[in-house]
């Protein structure tokens, strides 16, 4: 049945391993063990199979249930927190406003009242363009702090020019 020099479970008469290896190197030979019924072994239990290729889901189901906030989605991985507002969304709305309130009477004193309200706004341009690619909440923040920030940065400008227009023509005068 096997090759000359004995097989496993071969109880041949010269019980030589086979291509002349020692025993040692053939530790199957040397402690035998009871044959495994593959019944009582404990296999991990798969979900069925789907339809086969080519149908559809049955009539009325339109894809997985529903997810609810707060359960683990079994379908999309481990369930993921809220997501966090933009912060340069943020940053732009609370420049944009500071714009408004100390842009006025810094513009007034000096120039830089109008460059506060302009890096509002830049900081909202910014961030849309940030929520573009990476899809987190704060848009309509951004958008707000664009908003405020070229709105006051505009008016802002018609100020100082005015006020400079009215400065000169006073001179002029005297």
């Known amino acids: 049945m096997t090759s000359p020099g004995g ?3 071969d109880e041949s008469q010269d019980n030589t391993p086979p291509f002349g290896q020692p025993a040692e190197h053939q530790p199957w030979q040397q402690y035998p063990h009871a044959p495994v019924d593959p019944r009582t072994l404990n296999y991990p239990e798969y979900p069925p199979s789907g339809p086969p290729y080519g149908y559809g889901p049955p009539p009325g189901h339109c894809g997985p249930p529903p997810y609810y906030p707060g ?3 079994p379908y999309y991985g481990y369930p993921t927190g809220p997501q966090r507002t933009n912060g340069l969304a943020v940053a732009s709305l609370v420049t944009s406003i500071a714009g408004v309130v100390l842009g006025i009477p810094l513009a007034l004193f000096c120039y830089i009242g109008v460059l506060i309200p302009i ?3 830049v900081l909202g341009g910014v961030a849309l363009g940030q929520m573009k690619r990476t899809n987190q909440p704060g848009r309509g923040l951004a958008i707000a702090g664009l908003a ?3 709105t006051t940065a505009a008016i ?11 400065v000169q023509s ?3 005068l005297h």
């Open 156 to 166: 802002l400008v018609i100020l100082v020019v005015v006020l400079a227009a009215a």
């Open 148 to 150: 405020i920030g070229a």
């Open 7 to 9: 097989g496993y479970g």
């Open 71 to 73: 359960q683990s989605n």
């Open 170 to 172: 006073v001179r002029m």
């Open 119 to 121: 890096i509002g706004a």
